[in-house]
Nanobody
Framework: QVQLVESGGGLVQPGGSLRLSCVAS??????????MGWYRQAPGKQRELVAT???????NYADTVEGRFTISRDNAKNTVFLQMNSLKPEETAVYLC??????????????WGQGTQVTVSS
């Protein structure tokens, strides 16, 4: 089992920056961490991809955040980060961490965190 805990959200003015962190706690059924990523969900809207990163560091970003957000990870600590710059009010949402992982039985699984609120407002 993998449990994800996000942190770093808060209130920021338009144009400001925040750095989100997501730490994974793993159980004995865990073998290896695969891709990790960040999603966001605003009230009344569907969950959307923000950015993902593979174990070897390949990244993928939503078009709307390309060039402003940077995803990174620390494989030794099973942690993923999201540096968000030039934030916009429409990016107010709950930001959720996701991790895809392999079990000791060779199956793949996916886990979600509870999310951290990001509010962009003056």
């Amino acid at each position: 089992q993998v449990q994800l805990v996000e942190s770093g959200g808060g209130l920021v003015q338009p144009g400001g920056s925040l750095r989100l962190s997501c730490v994974a706690s793993v159980s004995k059924s865990f073998l290896a961490m695969n891709a990790m990523g960040w999603y966001r969900q605003a009230p009344g809207k569907q969950r959307e991809l923000v950015a993902t990163i593979t174990r070897d560091g390949r990244t993928n970003y939503a078009d709307t955040v390309e060039g402003r957000f940077t995803i990174s990870r620390d494989n030794a600590k099973n942690t993923v980060f999201l540096q968000m710059n030039s934030l916009k009010p429409e990016e107010t949402a709950v930001y959720l961490c996701n991790a895809d992982w392999t079990t000791t039985c060779g199956a793949t699984a996916s886990s979600w965190g509870q999310g951290t609120q990001v509010t962009v407002s003056s």
